[in-house]
Antibody, heavy 123, light 107 residues
């Protein structure tokens, strides 16, 4: 079955860290760019970060630049998001989303989404 | 950053009616505009790619049009299962952005 499965969310205090994972199956993970998109409670979608097929191209939204790091291990078909210096406004469901293309700079569309993992940042 | 605006914010319609949602970009994005459907407590699903191309498995009542800065998602003959929030998304330039969403409710 073609799917993405996120994990690693939870409750963390402001200033803390979390590492999210996204396990891919059913397709050739190493051939596609992958992205993280988040959704705060009751709000819309916000692109957070993307990484190209080989891992060489990484890009971030200004809101997380310098605090979050995206990476991937193609041998394990897994995407990661290391989140440091977390803030209350980082509270959201974090989705991984497969791109229809290989690189972030030639992004196509997001054709496969995981079910998401909830990150709650609260004192 | 390219800002996407959607209208209306909310629409309440009866089954079998036609629904039209518009998305406007703050500058030209060619056809790099995609539409997603998100039902309550579910992840988004791709409906339309590149403004007018239906994604695999999407019912034919969903269609898209537009180019440049103005785009439209049309749902012909709305069905109860189409109750959802619809988002547009641009992949023309980083950072990728989404519209604020249009919630469609079935009367």
């Amino acid at each position: 079955e073609v799917q993405l499965l996120e994990s690693g969310g939870g409750l963390v205090q402001p200033g803390g860290s979390l590492r999210l994972s996204c396990a891919a199956s059913g397709f050739t993970f190493s051939s596609y760019a992958v992205n993280w998109v988040r959704q705060a409670p009751g709000k819309g979608l916000e692109w957070v970060s993307g990484i190209s097929d080989g891992g060489g191209g990484t890009f971030y939204a200004d809101s997380v630049k310098g605090r979050f790091t995206i990476s991937r291990d193609n041998s394990k078909n897994t995407l990661y998001l290391q989140m440091n210096s977390l803030r209350v406004d980082d509270t959201a469901v974090y989705y991984c989303a497969k791109d229809g293309g290989a690189t972030v700079t030639t992004s196509k569309y997001f054709d496969l989404w995981g079910r998401g993992t909830l990150v709650t940042v609260s004192p | 950053e390219i800002v996407l605006t959607q209208s209306p914010d909310f629409q309440s319609v009866t089954a079998k009616e036609k629904v039209t949602i518009t998305c406007r970009a703050s500058r030209s994005i060619g056809s790099s505009l995609h539409w997603y459907q998100q039902k309550p407590d579910q992840s988004p699903k791709l409906l339309i790619k590149y403004a007018s191309q239906s994604f695999s498995g999407v019912p034919s009542r969903f269609s898209g049009s537009g180019f440049g800065t103005d785009f439209t998602l049309t749902i012909n003959s709305l069905e109860a299962e189409d109750a959802a929030t619809y988002y547009c998304h641009q992949s023309s330039s980083l950072p990728f952005t989404f519209g604020p969403g249009t919630k469609v409710e079935i009367k």
